[in-house]
C-alpha cells in the first residue's frame, strides 16, 4: 500500500522564473518591463511576475487569474526563489541536464489528448513551450539543491516512524485496509515521508533567516501586503 506522501506547497513546484526571465518572452505579449522589486543584487520585474502567475497557474491546471493577490504570491514565490538562486550560485550548484527537463516537459504533454491541445493550452495562458521547458528545468535544479542541502542533517527516530505508523493503522482498520500492511513493509515509506516534513520545515526555517538578512526592496508598493504568518511570502 502505498502512503500518502506530502506535497510540497506549489510554491516549490512551479519554481522556474529565473532562467526563463532572460531567454523567453510571453507569447504574443507586447511588455513593458519594469522593476517591481530588488533583493540583495537581483531585480524581479513586473514581467517575471506576470509570467510566474501564468506559468504557475498552468501547471496547477487553475484558471487564469491576473489580480494584485495572485501577482503579490507570485512576488513573494520569486523572493524566495531569488535566496535560493543566491546560495545555489554561492554553492556552485550545477543545472541539471536538459533531457531532465525535457522528460518532465513530456509527463505534461501526456495529460492532453493531443500535441495540438497542448498548444493551445500554452496560448491560452500565455506562455510559449521554451518559457514552460525552462520553468520546469529551474523547479529540478531547485527541489534537487533543496534535498541536497537539507537532508544530510536530517535524522528520524524510530519512535517517529511507530508512532506514524500507529495513526495509519487506524486508518487502515476504520477503511477495511485488508491485509493491514505492517511495519516493516512500511518502515522506508514512513521514514521517506517524515524526511520530507523535516526538510520543508528546514527549508521555511532557513528562508526565515535568509529573509531577514536580505536588503528587500519594494519598488511597486502595491506588492507589499503580501507577508502571511511567520513572514513567509507567498
Known amino acids: 500500500m502505498r502512503l500518502a506522501m506530502r506535497r510540497r506547497p506549489a510554491v516549490w513546484l512551479a519554481w522556474a522564473g529565473w532562467l526563463a526571465w532572460e531567454s523567453c518572452a510571453l507569447l504574443g505579449a507586447d511588455v513593458i518591463d519594469r522593476i517591481a522589486i530588488t533583493v540583495a543584487?537581483?531585480?524581479?520585474?513586473?514581467?517575471q511576475i506576470d509570467e510566474e502567475v501564468r506559468v504557475t497557474a498552468?501547471?496547477?491546471r487553475e484558471k487564469l487569474d491576473l489580480s494584485l493577490a495572485e501577482k503579490?504570491?507570485?512576488?513573494?514565490r520569486l523572493l524566495d526563489q531569488a535566496l535560493i538562486?543566491?546560495?545555489m550560485e554561492l554553492s556552485h550548484y550545477p543545472l541539471?541536464?536538459?533531457s531532465d527537463a525535457e522528460r518532465e516537459l513530456k509527463g505534461l504533454q501526456?495529460?492532453?489528448?493531443s500535441p495540438q491541445a497542448f498548444e493551445e493550452a500554452l496560448r491560452q495562458y500565455g506562455i510559449t513551450g521554451a518559457a514552460l521547458r525552462e520553468h520546469l528545468r529551474f523547479q529540478l535544479?531547485?527541489?534537487r539543491f533543496i534535498d541536497y542541502r537539507f537532508r544530510p542533517g536530517i535524522q528520524v527516530p524510530d519512535a517517529d516512524i511507530q508512532s506514524y505508523y500507529q495513526q495509519q493503522l487506524l486508518k487502515w482498520r476504520e477503511q477495511g485496509v485488508?491485509?493491514?500492511p505492517s511495519l516493516e513493509d512500511e518502515r522506508a515509506q514512513i521514514e521517506e515521508i517524515l524526511t520530507q516534513q523535516q526538510i520543508d520545515e528546514s527549508l521555511d526555517s532557513w528562508l526565515a533567516d535568509a529573509r531577514k538578512q536580505a536588503s528587500i526592496r519594494y519598488v511597486d508598493d502595491s506588492l507589499k501586503d503580501g507577508t502571511l504568518k511567520d513572514g513567509r511570502l507567498k
Open 178 to 180: 485488508q491485509p493491514v
Open 85 to 87: 538562486r543566491r546560495e
Open 72 to 76: 503579490k504570491a507570485a512576488a513573494g
Open 141 to 143: 535544479t531547485v527541489l
Open 110 to 113: 501526456s495529460r492532453y489528448e
Open 58 to 60: 498552468f501547471l496547477n
Open 96 to 98: 541539471p541536464e536538459l
Open 41 to 47: 543584487n537581483q531585480a524581479i520585474t513586473a514581467s
